[in-house]
T-cell receptor, first 117, second 116 residues
Framework: ETGVTQTPRHLVMGMTNKKSLKCEQH?????MYWYKQSAKKPLELMFV???????ENNSVPSRFSPECPNSSHLFLHLHTLQPEDSALYLC????????????????FGPGTRLTVL | AQKITQTQPGMFVQEKEAVTLDCTYD???????LFWYKQPSSGEMIFLIY??????QNATEGRYSLNFQKARKSANLVISASQLGDSAMYFC?????????????FGQGTELSVKP
């Protein structure tokens, strides 16, 4: 595997289900991100993890729960979602340059298209 | 607060012609980076080109170039010799160079259609 991978690519779930999205980056990066992309809207940043520590939670509802067990893997746990949560969920990674606070470009995975019934 | 604006929801261009996609930004930080990404119908975001706020020259990557006008706060993407495979959504994004975690702020996107 190369780059950033995401599974599953498509997910349909009911409002009472619990599911998880998985992201894995094979680039040796130390920062990972979750974005939500709803139809006709720009990408919305949800969470940022830097060296496995969450550095940003962009006012995301608690029904979305991120987990970053190591710098290569990122999960998004979903429970009791609403139909308006249906969207494309994109994972990305990037590399901080030598502790400078400067980050290179983000590389994105193919996304998980989520439908909540 | 940072803001990115793309005012062209959709653009059409004839194959082999050049096209310019507009992007304006607003920030109070002196150090920032500007990015363009391409999103085909498959959904994956593909990095195209980067311009740093202190870069003296406009960035170029193959058929992509960035027309950076700092005083006007614009960072337009120019695609030369358009190809059918260039049909996609294009997003402009901005990042403070020294912010925590390297997060990006995205514009609304421009849908480019290349006609044969």
């Amino acid at each position: 595997e190369t780059g950033v991978t995401q599974t599953p690519r498509h997910l349909v779930m009911g409002m009472t289900n619990k599911k998880s999205l998985k992201c894995e980056q094979h680039l040796g990066h130390n920062a990972m991100y979750w974005y939500k992309q709803s139809a006709k809207k720009p990408l919305e940043l949800m969470f940022v993890y830097n060296f496995k520590e969450q550095t940003e939670n962009n006012s995301v509802p608690s029904r979305f729960s991120p987990e970053c067990p190591n710098s290569s893997h990122l999960f998004l746990h979903l429970h009791t979602l609403q139909p308006e949560d249906s969207a494309l969920y994109l994972c990305a990674s990037s590399q901080e340059v030598d502790g400078t606070g400067y980050y290179n470009e983000q590389f994105f995975g193919p996304g998980t298209r989520l439908t909540v019934l | 607060a940072q803001k990115i604006t793309q005012t062209q929801p959709g653009m059409f261009v004839q194959e082999k012609e050049a096209v310019t996609l507009d992007c304006t930004y607003d920030t109070s930080d002196p150090s920032y980076g500007l990015f363009w990404y391409k999103q085909p119908s498959s959904g994956e975001m593909i990095f195209l080109i980067y311009q740093g706020s202190y870069d003296q020259q406009n960035a170029t990557e193959g058929r992509y170039s960035l027309n950076f006008q700092k005083a006007r706060k614009s960072a337009n993407l120019v695609i030369s010799a358009s190809q059918l495979g260039d049909s996609a959504m294009y997003f402009c994004a901005m990042r403070d160079v020294y912010n925590q975690g390297g997060k990006l702020i995205f514009g609304q996107g421009t849908e480019l259609s290349v006609k044969p």
